[in-house]
C-alpha cells in the first residue's frame, strides 16, 4: 500500500477520521426534514460539507472524486506513463439509487484524471465489495496488467426513496425498530503497487496486502428466520482461507475491523463465525465496527477500513501489526483481507 484516502461524517482525511473513531466521536445526528413513518426525524451521518438537499448521484461524485484527490500521485494517474487500474466499489441495487451510478462514477473519474493509461472496472458487491477489490487489484498487479491500483469504494443512503424503504422494511435503526441500523455516506480508497516500484516513485511502504479470501453465504439476511437460519457458514469459509497465510507466516491476527452495524442478523453471524476461526487469532472476541460513529457506509467499506488499520498501527495505538478487514453484502458476498504493517511496539488502547 502506498496511499491512502478518506472522507467521512468525522473526518474529511483518514487521520482524522481514524482520530475521530478512535476517540468514539459519533456525526449521527437528526435529519433536518426527513421523517419515518412514525413522524419522528430519521437519523443518520451526514457528510460536513455538503448541503442535505444535494442530489444523491452528485453527493457520491463529490465524495468519490474528493477522496480520489487525497492520493499520492493523483494529479497525473493516467498521465505517468504508468499503467492504472481503478476499481470501483458502488452500492448494490437498491430503491432510490440511479441506476448506472457506477458507471457515472468512472465517467467522472475520467473526466478529472483523464484517459490515457487509466482504465476503470466495476464492483456493485456493497458492503464486501472492497475486500473484493483488493483481491482484483493484487491479481492485476501479480500478472502485470497494472503498474498501479487504486480501490475506491463510495456510498452514500442520503436519498428520500432510500430511506423510505429502509424505514418500510425495518433496516432503518429508530426509537421504535432497534434492528435497524444508522445509514451513513463515506467515500475511501488505496493505492496499491508492487513494493520496488513503491520505492522507485519516492512513496511510502504503508502496508501490505498478504491476503484476501472470499465467499458466499446461503442463508442472507433477507432469507434469515423463514426457513432456516444464518449460522455463519460464508463468513467462516472466508476467513478459514487465510489460514495458510497464517500457518505460514506463524503470525495470528491481532486486530480486526468489521462492518458490524447493529444488525442482530450480523451479530449472531459474527458469534457462530468465531467459533470456528478464533484460533486464527490471538483476540477473536476483540475487533472495531465503526459504525457507531460514521454510520454504515456500505461499499466504502473496505478502504476505510484499511486507513483505521494503518492508522492504529503507525501511531502505536494497535493490539499488533497484522489486520483483518472483513464485511458480509446483503446478496451474500462476504470477504476478509489481511494486511500486515512495519512492526511498531504496538500498545493497547486507553
Aim: with cysteine; proline share 5%.
Amino acid at each position: 500500500m502506498a496511499g491512502l484516502a478518506a472522507r467521512t461524517p468525522v473526518g474529511l482525511r483518514p487521520e482524522s477520521a481514524a482520530a475521530a473513531v478512535r476517540a468514539g466521536i459519533s456525526a449521527i445526528a437528526e435529519h433536518p426534514f426527513f421523517v419515518d413513518r412514525n413522524g419522528e426525524p430519521m437519523r443518520l451521518a451526514q457528510d460536513a460539507v455538503m448541503g442535505p438537499d444535494m442530489p444523491l448521484a452528485e453527493r457520491m461524485k463529490e465524495l468519490l472524486l474528493s477522496t480520489l484527490l487525497q492520493l499520492p500521485q493523483a494529479a497525473s494517474l493516467s498521465a505517468n506513463g504508468l499503467r492504472t487500474l481503478l476499481i470501483i466499489c458502488a452500492p448494490e441495487q437498491r430503491p432510490g439509487l440511479p441506476d448506472g451510478v457506477a458507471e457515472m462514477l468512472g465517467r467522472a473519474a475520467m473526466g478529472r484524471f483523464g484517459a490515457e493509461n487509466l482504465r476503470v472496472q466495476y464492483l456493485a458487491y456493497g458492503h464486501a465489495a472492497g475486500m473484493l477489490a483488493f483481491g482484483v487489484a493484487a491479481k492485476a498487479i501479480d500478472e502485470d496488467k497494472t503498474d498501479l491500483a487504486v480501490v475506491a469504494g463510495v456510498d452514500s443512503y442520503h436519498e428520500h426513496q432510500t430511506l423510505e424503504w429502509m424505514d418500510e422494511t425495518g433496516q432503518l435503526k429508530s426509537e421504535v425498530n432497534r434492528d435497524g441500523f444508522f445509514p451513513g455516506e463515506a467515500a475511501g480508497a488505496c493505492l496499491l503497487a508492487r513494493g520496488d516500484l513503491i520505492s522507485e516513485l519516492g512513496l511510502a511502504l504503508l502496508g501490505r496486502l498478504t491476503a484476501v479470501s472470499a465467499a458466499s453465504e446461503r442463508i442472507t439476511i433477507k432469507l434469515h428466520g423463514k426457513e432456516e437460519v444464518c449460522v455463519g457458514e460464508g463468513l467462516s469459509s472466508a476467513f478459514l482461507g487465510l489460514g495458510p497465510a497464517v500457518e505460514r507466516d506463524q503470525r495470528k491476527i491481532t486486530d480486526t475491523y468489521c462492518d458490524l452495524n447493529g444488525q442482530r442478523y450480523r451479530n449472531e453471524e459474527l458469534v457462530y463465525t468465531i467459533l470456528r476461526v478464533q484460533h486464527l487469532s490471538d483476540q477473536a472476541t476483540h475487533y472495531l465496527h465503526p459504525a457507531d460513529c460514521w454510520g454504515d457506509v456500505g461499499a466504502a467499506s473496505g478502504p476505510l477500513f484499511a486507513a483505521l488499520a494503518h492508522a492504529a498501527a503507525s501511531k502505536g495505538y494497535s493490539r499488533g501489526s497484522r489486520a483483518a478487514l472483513w464485511a458480509g453484502s446483503e446478496g451474500g458476498q462476504r470477504a476478509v483481507t489481511l494486511l500486515d504493517f512495519p512492526a511498531n511496539s504496538p500498545r493497547k488502547a486507553a
